[in-house]
């Protein structure tokens, strides 16, 4: 069964940074479009950023300057180093990996920019 596990969430003030990861096991990650998705109270899931197997990153306009996707194949991981953290990002982060008809998400990472 595949599995992904997401780490790095927490609480930080307005202007600071945290990196997110999710590692993935059980699946041959190379080949697999990975992202990161968000969702704050009272909204619906949002892209945040996403890379696929080969070809160039995206990233929401909200994010674009602040949040940097990455990936690791050997590593199975996929990261999101997030700076200049705004109030507005705090949200649950989840992980997404999708090829063809295969779609897999993580259990999600809470993160809260507050002071």
């Known amino acids: 069964q595949v599995q992904l596990v997401e780490s790095g969430g927490g609480l930080v003030q307005p202007g600071g940074s945290l990196r997110l990861s999710c590692a993935a096991s059980r699946i041959i990650f190379s080949i697999y479009a990975t992202g990161w998705y968000r969702q704050a109270p009272g909204k619906e899931r949002e892209l945040v950023a996403r890379?696929?197997?080969?070809?160039?990153?995206f990233y929401a306009d909200s994010v674009k300057g602040r949040f940097t996707i990455s990936r690791d194949n050997a590593k199975n991981t996929v990261y999101l180093q997030m700076n200049s953290l705004k109030p507005e990002d705090t949200a649950v982060y989840y992980c997404n990996l999708v090829y063809a008809s295969s779609n897999y998400w993580g259990q999600g990472t809470r993160v809260t920019v507050s002071s």
């Open positions: 890379i696929p197997s080969s070809g160039s990153t």
